[in-house]
Structures are given as structure tokens and as C-alpha cells.
């Protein structure tokens, strides 16, 4: 893991950067700054509403740019309960694929050679993990709780993750994870309660699995560094 600590700490800054001009900005404006992002979050909102077109690609795009996915997924069962859930749940599922390819290859490409060259001056560089710990730690990045997806794309693409296996790892999770939050919000909405809870029952699995998943890995990562520590001796 220690090795992923350059990387992680990196884009743990960059969403920090963002989140403090966020906070910069109302810390000034002040109450006049809240009310115009509340009024332009309502006009964007009913926007996507009227536009599903344009709402999906929304989910494909604005994590990117750090912006929270959980209110897009919202309007996305909102959408479906009136134009149809699982159509919501297809679209969605097309969404964050689309979502989770291009960000790799951007983190891959030219945020690849950003990170190189801010660490020129460091005695860090950016790791190349083996293939064993490759994999355990992109499904435990995967299903830890709180931690955005988006995070976990820029992480995995700046380590260069073979391609196939960082989208045959991330795609069943992020799938599901969407229909999910589809499912629940729209029968929410619509008050239709058995896709309600659907959706609550898959999301309720998926943190059982994250639970089991983090705490094998890191048993695991503690009985690996015993070893090397035990080797050294």
C-alpha cells in the first residue's frame, strides 16, 4: 500500500484544492454565493429533468471535475420513475462505463506525465505495483465506503492498471452501485416500494461485500509486511 501513498496523496490534494475554493468562494460571497449556486443548481436540475438525454451525459462527465454523483444518480431515478426504471438503470450503466474509460486514459495520458514531473523534485515516483497487489488494492479502493469513484479512476489510470483489468474490476461495481441508487430513488419517487426496495437491498449488499473486501485486504497487507519484516530480521 505504501507504495500507492504518492499517487493517493496527489489526487487527495487535487480534490482538495477544489473543495477549499469551493468553501473560499461562500466564505466571501457569503449568503449572496449560496443563493445564486442553490438557484443554479434548481434551473440545472430541472434542465436535466427535461432532457435525459442530456442528464446521462451529465453522470458521464461532471465527476470528473470533482462534482458529486450521488445528486445525478438522484435525478436519474426521478427521471425514471416517469420515463421508465429500468431504462434509468441502462442509461446509467452506459453513463458511468463511459464515464470510467475516459477518465482512465486522461489520468493515464496527460495526468500521467503531470504527476512525473511534479515528482521530479522528490524523492517519490509514480509506482509500478505487481500485478497480485494491483488487483486486491483496486477492488479494496473499489468498495471502501466514502470514497469517490472518480478518486479511485484518476488513482488506478495514474498507476497505469492494465486497461481490460481496471474495467473488468471497475465496471460490475460502479454498474451496480448506480442501479442501485436508480432503483431506490425512483421507486422513492414514484411510490413504487418494491423497487425501492430493490435498490436499498443492492446497496445494502454492496456494503456488506465492501466490508468483507477491505477487511480480507488489509489482513492480508498486515501479514505481508510481518513477512518482509521477519525477512529483514
Do not use: H
Amino acid at each position: 500500500m505504501k507504495k500507492f501513498l504518492p499517487v493517493l496523496a496527489l489526487v487527495a490534494c487535487a480534490f482538495g484544492f477544489l473543495f477549499l475554493s469551493y468553501w473560499l468562494t461562500i466564505q466571501l460571497e457569503g449568503e449572496e454565493a449560496r443563493r445564486w449556486m442553490a438557484e443554479a443548481w434548481a434551473g440545472f436540475r430541472e434542465f436535466l429533468l427535461a432532457n435525459g438525454f442530456w442528464l446521462f451525459v451529465a453522470i458521464a462527465v461532471l465527476p470528473a471535475f470533482i462534482c458529486p454523483v450521488a445528486p445525478l444518480l438522484t435525478l436519474a431515478g426521478l427521471w425514471g420513475g416517469q420515463q421508465g426504471v429500468w431504462l434509468a438503470c441502462g442509461y446509467s450503466a452506459l453513463a458511468v462505463i463511459m464515464n470510467l474509460s475516459w477518465t482512465y486514459w486522461l489520468a493515464a495520458g496527460p495526468g500521467r506525465k503531470l504527476i512525473e514531473w511534479l515528482l521530479t523534485r522528490t524523492k517519490y515516483e509514480v509506482p509500478q505495483p505487481d500485478k497480485d497487489n494491483e488487483l486486491a488494492w483496486a477492488l479494496i479502493m473499489r468498495f471502501t465506503p466514502g470514497v469517490p469513484f472518480i478518486f479511485t479512476n484518476y488513482a488506478l489510470g495514474l498507476i497505469r492498471m492494465p486497461f481490460w483489468r481496471y474495467f473488468l474490476v471497475s465496471s460490475p461495481v460502479l454498474v451496480v452501485t448506480a442501479g442501485g441508487y436508480v432503483l431506490a430513488f425512483a421507486g422513492i419517487f414514484s411510490g413504487d416500494w418494491a423497487y425501492a426496495w430493490m435498490g436499498i437491498s443492492v446497496i445494502v449488499a454492496l456494503a456488506v461485500a465492501a466490508r468483507m473486501v477491505t477487511s480480507k485486504g488489509t489482513k492480508a497487507d498486515s501479514v505481508q509486511e510481518e513477512g518482509v519484516v521477519e525477512t529483514d530480521a
